[in-house]
């Protein structure tokens, strides 16, 4: 897997309450889910959950785990990325928008350009984003941020 600065997982070092993840997934069972799934998704995306399997971001944002053989963490309560695409397409997604974090809005991964997007509740593209990170900065921590006691700004 490559490497990601993770201005989220730095956010969490300094502030516990930023961040609650559900456990790190072995990068073959990660490789296994992807080749399941037949999916190729952005390499930040894929680090991050390596390194936490998704989990709980500030007090109402879940970033959603994929379903792998390693049981997560007791924080972890039905956030599978799986669920959480079907139950949305069947409402109206479109399959090529996956969605990869729920909350106070929709995030998704669009898989023609591996680009992150934040979603309409009628699931048109509202944002779009080169990288988990910027994602992150421009959405949950520019939501959250002053709440939390985090600088304005982040690197991206």
């Not at 009628?122 to 941020?145: H, I, K, N, P």
Request: charged content about 25%.
């Amino acid at each position: 897997m490559y490497k990601t600065q993770m201005v989220l997982l730095e956010d969490s070092e300094g502030v516990p309450d930023v961040f609650f993840g559900f456990g790190a997934i072995p990068e073959s069972e990660l490789n296994d889910w992807l080749e399941r799934q037949a999916l190729v998704l952005p390499s930040d995306l894929l680090n991050f959950w390596q390194l936490t399997w998704g989990g709980d971001v500030f007090e109402s944002e879940t970033i959603l785990r994929p379903s792998v053989p390693t049981p997560p963490n007791e924080s972890f309560v039905e956030d599978d990325i799986e669920s959480a695409n079907l139950a949305h397409n069947a409402n109206g997604k479109a399959s090529e928008l996956y969605l990869f974090q729920q909350g106070t809005f929709l995030s998704a991964v669009r898989l023609s350009d591996q680009k992150f997007v934040t979603l309409t509740k009628e699931y048109a593209v509202q944002e779009t984003f080169d990288s988990l990170d910027e994602w992150y900065v421009r959405t949950l921590r520019a939501e959250f941020g002053k709440k939390y006691g985090l600088a304005r700004s982040g690197s991206q």
